[in-house]
């Protein structure tokens, strides 16, 4: 007896395929994750913490690998379990390359979870000087406050973050 229908996957094959899929996109293989992709993968498929797709492959600072996620209509503002965004993630690790096209694909550049961390708060904190100035040019906000109250300025001093400290002081008058 033949069975031409295709077989199901059990629970753990499942896990298993789904492991697999998001460690391709944290190792960055954008050609795997495109093929993936035009077969139907979800873009915005989540992991257990909450991370998608474009999650991790934008911490893990794989340009490529976001390229094809935000042709395939990845959601660039939705965050993590953590209330963590791509971009932030991108310019924590101080990525420009990936923080630049994250900002072209969300138009938010002001963008931020619950706690209030911008993008420009979290680059002026690990001293991102090329990502501040980026964030800067397109409109971040210098003065915006997280839920405590701290600037990206308070949060670069807090930091011994000197030179962000120094520009976000210049600019700030």
Do not use: C, W
Request: aromatic share 4%; charged share 25%; hydrophobic share 45%.
């Amino acid at each position: 007896m033949s069975n031409d229908q295709p077989q199901q996957m059990n629970a753990d094959e499942a896990a298993e395929f789904a492991e697999q899929v998001f460690n391709v996109a944290r190792s960055g293989d954008a050609d795997m994750l495109e093929r993936l992709l035009e077969k139907g993968l979800p873009p915005n498929l989540r992991n257990h913490k909450g991370d998608t797709l474009l999650m991790l492959a934008a911490y893990h600072g794989h340009a490529d690998a976001v390229r094809v996620l935000l042709q395939y209509k990845a959601d660039a503002t939705l965050l993590n379990d953590k209330n963590q965004s791509p971009l932030a993630g991108a310019a924590f690790k101080g990525d420009l390359p990936v923080v630049k096209l994250l900002v072209e694909a969300s138009n938010d550049v002001n963008g931020a979870g619950p706690d209030g961390r911008t993008a420009l708060m979290m680059a002026a904190m690990f001293n991102r000087i090329e990502i501040v100035d980026y964030l800067l040019s397109k409109g971040a906000d210098p003065q915006r406050q997280d839920a405590q109250g701290i600037t990206a300025l308070g949060a670069a001093k807090a930091m011994g973050a000197v030179d962000t400290a120094a520009r976000l002081e210049r600019l700030i008058g």
